[in-house]
């Protein structure tokens, strides 16, 4: 399986809600690496990493989001993998 890495925007109404948390369970679920993080113009911003199959699997489930979620939009775009070891939470952008 090939290894992959996309950054990906989420819009929507994807702050305040609980987005995050359950990006990064969804994540570490599929055995993804990466981060995700608010950012100021209300958008869910994550790196996620892993093989090709997972990474489609968890902007599939992204489109969606957890309970109380309304996504607009969902885009990704490739990036150099990297050196990481987890999924985590990081600071707003």
Same mark, same amino acid.
Request: net charge positive; charged share 25%; hydrophobic share 50%.
């Given at each position: 399986m090939s290894e992959t890495a996309v950054r990906v925007m989420i819009a929507g109404r994807v702050q305040g809600i609980g987005? !995050?948390?359950w990006a990064q369970g969804k994540a570490r679920g599929l055995?993804?690496?990466?981060? +995700? !993080?608010? !950012?100021q113009d209300g958008t869910v911003e994550a790196l996620v990493q892993g093989a090709s199959d997972? +990474?489609? %699997?968890?902007?599939? %489930?992204s489109e969606k989001g957890p309970r109380g979620a309304r996504v607009d939009d969902v885009m990704a775009v490739p990036e150099a993998t990297q050196q990481l070891s987890n999924?985590?939470? +990081?600071?707003d952008a």
């Open positions: 987005y !995050r948390m055995g993804l690496l990466g981060w +995700v !993080r608010n !950012r997972k +990474v489609e %699997a968890f902007l599939t %489930a999924f985590e939470i +990081v600071p």
